[in-house]
T-cell receptor, first 112, second 111 residues
Framework: EAGVAQSPRYKIIEKRQSVAFWCNPISGHATLYWYQQILGQGPKLLIQFQNNGVVDDSQLPKDRFSAERLKGVDSTLKIQPAKLEDSAVYLC??????????FGSGTRLTVV | KNEVEQSPQNLTAQEGEFITINCSYSVGISALHWLQQHPGGGIVSLFMLSSGKKKHGRLIATINIQEKHSSLHITASHPRDSAVYICAAMYSGGGADGLTFGKGTHLIIQP
């Protein structure tokens, strides 16, 4: 079974630039999550999708972060404009009704 | 506030030792996950528990719902077990089941 695919693996941008990350979940997993993991901390949930609808985005900084899952399959997370404190690993995960939680390898973002 | 506390933060042990990592959470949960994270970011789900005990190879996870406490045990530890182990609680409500993570336990098993 293919895992959760994420791209790119690494990204370096200057502050105030924009960046986008892509995630393709496990086939059949209706639920997709984006997490932010700052160095030395546990991941923090940014947004949860159920199919193409948002279930929880309470911790998403909506002034600069946006995410979409238009067809209920793959998803993109965008940051515009980026700040230095956005440097982190962005993890995508998927599950089937909370079961089979599977994480992607993450995108390591460095903002300089 | 939903919080997850793990201990110890760092643990160094000799190969063959029995390892215990503890996790406590603040309020009722629907499930608790134990995850393993290797350098480079990859996270692997080890267990998902809502009650009792689960075993997979040399790994054992237990949860006590009344005490809001879970433990991860590794028997006959091996250097390849070296990783960060993370406890994550699933607080479900209104369809939201995102995980709240502990800060992780950095385990090093020396040969």
């Amino acid at each position: 079974e293919a895992g959760v695919a994420q791209s790119p693996r690494y990204k370096i941008i200057e502050k105030r630039q924009s960046v986008a990350f892509w995630c393709n979940p496990i086939s059949g997993h209706a639920t997709l999550y984006w997490y932010q993991q700052i160095l030395g901390q546990g991941p923090k949930l940014l947004i949860q999708f159920q199919n193409n609808g948002v279930v929880d985005d309470s911790q998403l900084p909506k002034d600069r972060f946006s995410a979409e899952r238009l067809k209920g399959v793959d998803s993109t997370l965008k940051i515009q404009p980026a700040k230095l404190e956005d440097s982190a690993v962005y993890l995508c995960a998927s599950s089937h009704q909370g079961y089979g939680y599977t994480f992607g390898s993450g995108t390591r973002l460095t903002v300089v | 506030k939903n919080e997850v506390e793990q201990s110890p933060q760092n643990l160094t042990a000799q190969e063959g030792e029995f390892i215990t990592i503890n996790c406590s959470y603040s309020v009722g949960i629907s499930a608790l996950h134990w995850l393993q994270q290797h350098p480079g970011g990859g996270i692997v789900s080890l267990f998902m528990l809502s009650s009792g005990k689960k075993k997979h190879g040399r790994l054992i996870a237990t949860i006590n719902i009344q005490e809001k406490h879970s433990s991860l045990h590794i028997t006959a530890s091996h250097p390849r077990d070296s990783a960060v182990y993370i406890c994550a609680a699933m607080y479900s409500g209104g369809g939201a089941d995102g995980l709240t993570f502990g800060k992780g336990t950095h385990l090093i098993i020396q040969p």
